[in-house]
DNA sequence: TCCATTTGACCTGT
DNA sequence: ACAGGTCAAATGGA
């Protein structure tokens, strides 16, 4: 299906002049809290967690009959379980699911990443996020968030993007158009890139793609426009930056956990462990250090879930928990 | 009518 | 306090 190419401007001003603002809630110190928290129990917790949903995904794109494999509502307890567990790791008060969502100490409602959808009766199958009039209400991006940058003649690539924004930026001529993914809420794919004219010359374009895409056009790839001249590029994003400066793609998963790939006693061979032993249980046993295993456990959870490493067949026993 | 863009509002991080 | 990023109502084109 070709996508269509909406004619956007990137001249057009967009200028908010700040308003009254609203009192600034009382921000919760998630630091200190995790400090307290048993972090490996978390850890696995949400791997788990995010293993099933794997499997859960994988049964649904590719259903299979009655021989025995694991049936989706075994697969959704799991989830729902490891999501349970980890939630209560975190503390009582933060456990607080149903109606009411995630609120802020003040009281207020705060809109958080929220991929619940409703029903419009009058839009046939049509989803929309649960919207509440919570305009500018979100979850800020960590700056160490993968970006990569290019410059090209053109603002087009190879996927569909939506407008959400622009901005006057300070000291540049030209505003900043924001896009997201069009498949971001029907797919959560949280894949966004930023454009803004070149000063120095205005028929390029400077864009920043920022995250991956994860929406079925380019599933788990990372996939940079082919048609820019790439002039640049850079990876934020301590996972996959790497120590020599050059650049990896997420396709190439090869540079990471590299202390983890030393290991020999980890019976690691292309990427796999060797799942008589849980590796939280074996980092522990090797004598990592709690931000090590957290270092390493991210980027296992980032491989396993580009489905480049096949170790997340936990064996864990009750007595883990 | 549907859907993408525009743009004011309002949030977060520094 | 401010710059920049995101949301969502308003708007407009097909």
Not at 207 to 235: F, K, L, Q
Request: some cysteine; aromatic content about 8%; glycine content about 8%.
């Amino acid at each position: 299906m070709s996508q269509p190419r909406p004619h956007f401007s990137l001249l057009s001003t967009h200028t908010a002049p700040p308003k009254q603002k609203r009192k600034k809630p009382l921000q919760m110190d998630a630091a200190g809290i995790c400090n307290q928290i048993d972090k490996r129990k978390l850890m696995m917790e949400l791997a788990q967690g995010q293993e099933s949903a794997r499997r859960l995904q994988a049964l649904l794109q590719n259903p299979v009959g009655e021989d025995g494999s694991e049936l989706v509502g075994q697969l959704v307890e799991k989830v729902l379980r490891s999501l349970e567990l980890g939630l209560d790791l975190l503390g009582p008060s933060s456990n607080q699911t149903g109606e009411n969502g995630p609120r802020s100490p003040g009281g207020e409602q705060h809109q958080v990443t929220d991929f619940s959808f409703e029903e419009d009766p009058d839009k046939g199958d049509k989803k929309r996020p649960v919207t509440r009039d919570k305009r500018g209400c979100y979850k800020r991006r960590k700056s160490s968030q993968t970006t990569r940058v290019t410059v090209s003649s053109t603002t087009e690539d190879d996927h569909a993007w939506r407008k959400y924004g622009q901005k006057c930026i300070l000291n540049s001529k030209f505003p900043r158009s924001y896009f997201r993914c069009t498949h971001k809420y029907d797919q959560g794919c949280k894949a966004t890139k930023q454009v803004q004219m070149m000063e120095d010359d205005p028929c390029k374009y400077h864009t920043t793609y920022i995250g991956a895409h994860t929406c079925n056009r380019h599933p788990m790839t990372w996939d940079p426009p082919h048609t820019s001249d790439h002039v640049n590029e850079e990876i934020n994003d301590p996972v996959e930056a790497k120590s020599d400066g050059s650049t990896t793609t997420i396709d190439n998963l090869s540079g990471f956990c590299p202390w983890l790939l030393e290991k020999p006693a980890f019976g690691l061979q292309e990427g796999r462990f060797d799942q008589s032993e849980d590796p939280v249980s074996m980092m522990y046993r090797l004598g990592m250090k709690d931000e090590e295993i957290q270092s390493e456990m991210e980027c296992m959870l980032i491989g396993n879930s580009l489905g480049h490493y096949g170790f997340c067949e936990f064996h864990l026993d009750e007595s883990y928990f």
